[in-house]
């Protein structure tokens, strides 16, 4: 980069200065260029022309007229594009018991095992353990990969790592522009010793790796679901341990499935901190029965707590999984609703920009002021997002500062940084969020945590939703109370008596686990079956209804009842493409499961060959989140 400076003798005699001054007399603007220099020179260990450009209110002729005078010099300097940590860097907090048996018991099954999941509480201190094992790696000279699922959303930790560990830490994701992922790069292939990254970390040219510590294990941002190649992180990371000899550490406070059914069997080792750090109670969790109807949104019991927590000086966590205004615009008189004209799905309403918008294609649209179905001007809208709990809650509590965290608000590089700042320094009291809100936060004052509508949770056309619902809730409980006192978690529901909702109630994990398993098992699903789905991708019905036929006759020979299907997706139209899928499922020790692959390409191909099909899209994903 280059960087600039007074030139000799004025750098060794600064009384020569008033020589250069004088050769400036008729020269003001230049002038002023060289006051500016002498005085950032006395901040700043290099300048750079642009930092002189800013403090005198010049341009670059200006700086090149002292350049040639032989008043300044221009020369070469290499900074860093990814900073530095300035800070004194600081040592480790002790073990507890807890973390010190846990411990034990990971060194005890890496001495058997390759991979160990480490089960512990929200705030059991995790990540204290992680540090001590990456302290010693550095210690080693050795190279630790440190996954998260949404680099965004952790600066925290990433602080945390960065007051032990200084300038040893380097950052990855998708946010880097160009030149500094090569940089990064290439720091990496000099062998930085702790790499934080999201799952394209993975990817990064390591050369002394030995551990990779994957935390929130269980998170879905793991899976790359869209473009190719559809991976999942954690497993791709287990996959590239066993390339490098490296062992890889498993975290979180609610295990996948298949994770935890692993270590149940053997296959990974398993340590556990059921407790949470300094002796902490859990949460008092109660649930609040709702009625359905378009009554309000927050319950009475909901707005007493509120009440009674920002009275104490607390903060509150509000958890609503539906971003926008409301959900659905529609119309009373013939049921019709503003739907997508790319995708089969209803429009959002965003109150912001007062647009219906579509969240699978970003279309988005003014909003109709009479029904083009029937005329009636009386449309309504259905639903809630978080836009809309932010809206009413200010109704609620005037004088209270609200803030929101979704993905309309955290678009911009810095924009969650600000939100999670202004909330960890009491300058919002009411935090509405969607699923961001339940990712590895951690702050002081959150006395109430409220769940607004766990119903929708359950609800998705997914085998795995009940899973994704227990995750949720207990990792968005776990916000509450974790440093003073004994926090409290509302969980409104229209149906209180679903199974899950009294698991996340007695924070059972076991029985979520028996129950779920043996459903898994009766339907074959993960961990006791593969699963590859293949979805069918088309402008025209008729084309893409074609072309399942077809596919249906070239696999049904090979796979018999294992292949499901052709079915018509709960989505059925994204994007101006109609969808139709196929599931095939293996089980785990079938010796066909290595033939899927070959099969499926080969059958795709066939259908690419035939009249009027080749622009059908095959799209594969194996082991679909």
Known sequence: MPASGSKEPYVSQPDKLQEAFER?????????????????????????????????????????????????EVYDREVSRLGSYEEQVSGIDDFSDQQRQAYEDIRHAFSEK?????????????????????????????????????????????????????????????????????????????????????????????????????????????KQQDPNPRYHGRDAAIYLAKLYGAKVLLGTATPSLESYYNAKQGKYGLAEMPERFGGLQMPELRLVPMKAGPSQHFSPELLEALTETLARGEQAILFQNRRGYAPAYRCPTCNWHAECIHCDVSMTYHKQ????????????????????????????????????VEDELAIYFPERKIGRMDFDTVRSKNAHTRIIQDFEEGRIHILVGTQMVAKGLDFERVGLVGILSADQLLQFPDF?????????????????????????????????SHPVLGEVLNHDFSTFYQRELQERQRFEYPPFFRLIRITLKHAKPERVNQAAEILSTLLAPQFGHRIKGPAVPPVARIRGLYLIDFLLKMERAHPKIAQAKTAILEAASQIAQLEGLSGIRVQIDVDPA
């Not at 260990?45 to 002729?61: M, N, S, T």
């Not at 950052?171 to 992922?181: A, D, F, G, I, P």
């Not at 990792?475 to 974790?482: D, E, I």
């Open 114 to 222: 390759d991979v160990v999941l480490l089960h512990g509480a929200t705030g059991s201190g995790k990540t204290r353990l992680y540090m001590e094992f990456i302290r010693e790696a550095i210690l080693r000279n050795e190279q630790v990969l440190y996954l998260l699922p949404e680099i965004a959303l952790t600066a925290q930790i990433i602080e945390r790592l960065r007051r032990v560990f200084g300038n040893q830490v380097a950052v990855y994701h998708s946010k880097l522009s160009n030149n500094e992922r090569v940089e990064l790069w290439q720091e990496t292939l000099k062998g930085k010793p702790l790499v934080l990254g999201a799952r394209s970390a993975l990817f990064l040219p390591y050369q002394r790796l030995k551990w990779i510590i994957i935390d929130e294990e269980h998170d879905p941002s793991f």
């Open 24 to 72: 400036l007399s008729r020269a003001g603007r230049q002038m002023e260029a060289l006051l500016a220099v002498i005085q950032l020179s006395r901040q700043l260990p290099f300048l750079r022309k642009e930092d002189i450009y800013q403090a005198a209110g010049v341009d670059h002729a200006v700086v090149q007229g002292l350049i040639k005078k032989d008043i300044l």
């Open 353 to 388: 920009s007062h647009a219906l918008k579509c969240h699978y294609c970003n279309y988005q649209t003014k909003m109709p002021t009479a029904c083009p179905a029937c005329g009636n001007q009386k449309l309504v809208l259905q639903g809630f997002g978080t836009e809309k």
């Open 464 to 496: 795995r939703s009940a899973e994704r619902a227990f995750q949720l809730m207990t990792q968005v409980s776990g916000r509450a109370g974790r440093k003073h006192r004994r926090g409290l978690v509302l969980i409104q529901a229209l149906n209180p």
